[in-house]
């Protein structure tokens, strides 16, 4: 991680203790930079160990599942931090992070709908990401998780490609406040007339940066992550762990 990272997640700093189990006086807080250290290291761990729990198991949400909550566990024997909730809505929510895994296969997730601009602006969170591709042995009955990819993206480059570059290239050709609206018109941005009106006044004082995720319409986003596999460790705000 030689590019300096994490610099858009500098103000997210470390976090109090409340109440993880263990004696808070011996572990230490958990920060970004930790965070994404561990992950590279649980990572590599979990690619060389079989395990009986995921043996036979096609369904992507289970493997995930099992997955972060290993990963949770393993930071909670050595960090203190606040773990997220369904409540909450990610995963380590002092420091603006939530955890995606998904297999090679559809390198894809779900997250909640807040406000279309979402698409625009970035999530309002960053992501770290776990690419993974399982293969099962029936010898032994277990199965392993080998990940491919670790990345971290930060929350600015989460917004949808499509959608940030062809803002973008409507103000690099002049575009005005009805260009801006007839857009998001074209792409189909889940909004009304007026609040479109609103985010074309918003979008010409302060216009998006190129956002990396693939973000598909429905009652919840659907990301996709092919790009982000393809340009981390290229992209400023889009690191490469493992």
Known sequence: MGDQP?????????????????????????????????????????STHPEPAIYGVTDGKAVGTYFE??????????????????????????LG???????????QSSCPYKDARQKIYGLGYSLLLFVY????????????????????IE??????????????RVLNNNGNKDDLIAFMSERMLPVEEIQAAEIADEILHKPPIVGYLTISNALQWRLQYSRVIEEAGNVAGIHRLR
């Open 6 to 46: 994490f610099q858009g997640l500098a103000a997210a700093g470390v976090i109090d203790y409340k109440g993880v189990m263990g004696s808070p006086d011996m572990k230490k807080k958990l920060d970004v930079h930790t965070l994404c250290e561990e992950a590279r290291r649980f990572a590599e761990i979990e």
């Open 133 to 152: 591709e399982k293969s099962d042995d029936p010898t032994t009955k277990t199965g392993r998780l080998n990940i491919l990819h670790t990345i971290l």
């Open 69 to 94: 909550h290993k990963f949770q566990g393993y930071l909670q024997t050595k960090y203190v931090y606040e773990r997220g909730c369904s409540a909450k809505g990610i995963d380590f929510p002092c």
């Open 97 to 107: 992070v939530d955890m995606k895994v998904t297999s090679i296969r559809q390198p």
């Open 155 to 168: 929350a600015q480059q989460t917004g949808d490609y499509q959608t940030t570059t062809g803002i973008l």
